[in-house]
């Protein structure tokens, strides 16, 4: 295993955890107003197959990236009717709306299957900081949506931390009732705050067909929308911790098309696998690591408080006074 091929594994370890941390933010931010949404998976596609018709059309990734963040703004926004307005069940809300995400990116994509890409996301190197030998060429040539992706986390913290916005929105997460009595708006707040997890979803799918598998396929979200959910769990409702979470998932992503290049070959020098890997196991362990990890927080919830939203997937319907 030579240096070229570590420092292309730490690129795509970067460029897959970007691709989960924008998915699994925006579910956070929903998770915290108290609104569970299932729906991640039918998001990225519908940010997928919206972005890559706009790259074609116009060769402009950062406008793709703007109209999948509205699209799916609005795509998502069912869910927040469906759930919040209307009361309805979060989960199944949640999954019809995958369901639904899923077969409307097959339908109007059917078209653009076979177009080649028009537009991608590029590298951005900072000046001299990307001659900087491994850093330079993985941390300091990102493109600009995962310095993006970095923001918005640390946007995100800020806002939910040192905001009167985002302590309204913890407060209606944890007790709907309490937070209306105080005059919070709770409709208002959880249909903003889905919102806002669908525009970041929409991003992340943006991210997957302009940039880290450039193209429109049906199959192209692979799942990763359900880790992205996962993430949230296990990055305990945090933005640094569902960072840190992203990064670990991103780096099993990246190892699934590479761990059989990493096999010994004759005469080869260096780090290498002395044995072969099956590649149906390793396309399996970003998921086995995935339900290890909730089992895991579940056993641990047994014996600590929850840190998760109090009233999370619970509907709210005020009372008339």
Known sequence: MNEQTIIG??????????????????????????????????????????????????????????FAAVVVAI?????????????A??????????????????????????????????????????DIP???ET??????VSWLALALGGATWFVLNRTRAGLSLRAVGESAATADAAGTPVVRIRLIAVAIGGALAGMAGAYLTL????????????????????????GAWRPGRVLVGSVLFGGLLALEPRLQTFRCQPGQEGLCLGFEIDPIIVSMLPYIL????????????????????????????????
């Open 211 to 234: 940039k880290l598998a450039p193209g429109w396929s049906e199959l192209s979200t692979a799942g990763r929308g359900w880790i992205a959910v996962a993430l949230v769990i296990f």
């Open 75 to 87: 795509f998502a926004s069912i869910h927040g009717v469906v759930s919040v307005a209307i009361g």
């Open 139 to 144: 941390i300091f040539s990102m493109t600009l």
């Open 290 to 321: 995935t339900i290890v990890v909730l089992i895991l927080i579940s056993i641990r919830a047994r014996h600590r408080p929850s840190v998760a939203p109090a009233a999370i997937g619970q509907v709210y319907r005020r009372e008339e006074r």
């Open 9 to 66: 594994l730490l690129v795509s370890v970067i460029e897959f955890g970007t691709l989960l941390y924008l998915a699994a933010l925006g579910e956070m931010i929903a998770e915290k107003s108290g609104v569970l949404n299932l729906g991640v998976e039918g998001m990225m596609a519908m940010g997928g197959v919206s972005a890559f018709w706009v790259g074609v059309e116009t060769g402009n990734p950062w406008l793709a990236l703007v």
């Open 89 to 130: 069940d979060q989960v199944v809300s949640g999954l019809a709306l995958t369901i639904l995400g899923l077969g409307l990116a097959a339908f109007l994509g059917e078209d653009l299957v076979f177009e080649a890409p028009r537009a991608a996301f590029a590298n951005f190197e900072l000046g001299p900081l990307a």
């Open 134 to 136: 491994w850093l330079g």
